[in-house]
């Protein structure tokens, strides 16, 4: 059985810290690029943190296709709520 997934209610400006906050760990993504014509690729390095401390380094690649033209740079982050 999955554990049951844990909402955080707040304003969307807000969530983020509030998330932080309940998360075991949090995965953080702080520069990602996507570059692409009709052909695209993305890529980006990151931490996992716990606890306030880096445990690890992670990369983020993804290849698309479709009606695409450009280059585009963001972040994210993944909250991970449990120790499963």
């Given at each position: 059985m999955l554990p049951q997934p844990h909402y955080v209610s707040c304003s969307p400006r807000s969530r983020p810290r509030q998330l932080n906050d309940v998360a075991a760990a949090v995965l953080v993504f702080p520069?990602?690029?996507?570059?692409?014509?009709?052909?695209?690729?993305?890529?980006?390095?990151?931490?996992?943190?716990?606890?306030?401390?880096?445990?690890g380094y992670y990369n983020s690649a993804a290849e698309s296709y479709g009606l695409q033209a450009g280059v585009q740079g963001f972040g994210y982050a993944l909250f991970g709520s449990g120790a499963n």
């Open positions: 520069k990602i690029v996507k570059v692409g014509f009709v052909f695209g690729d993305a890529y980006g390095e990151g931490a996992l943190l716990q606890g306030g401390k880096t445990i």
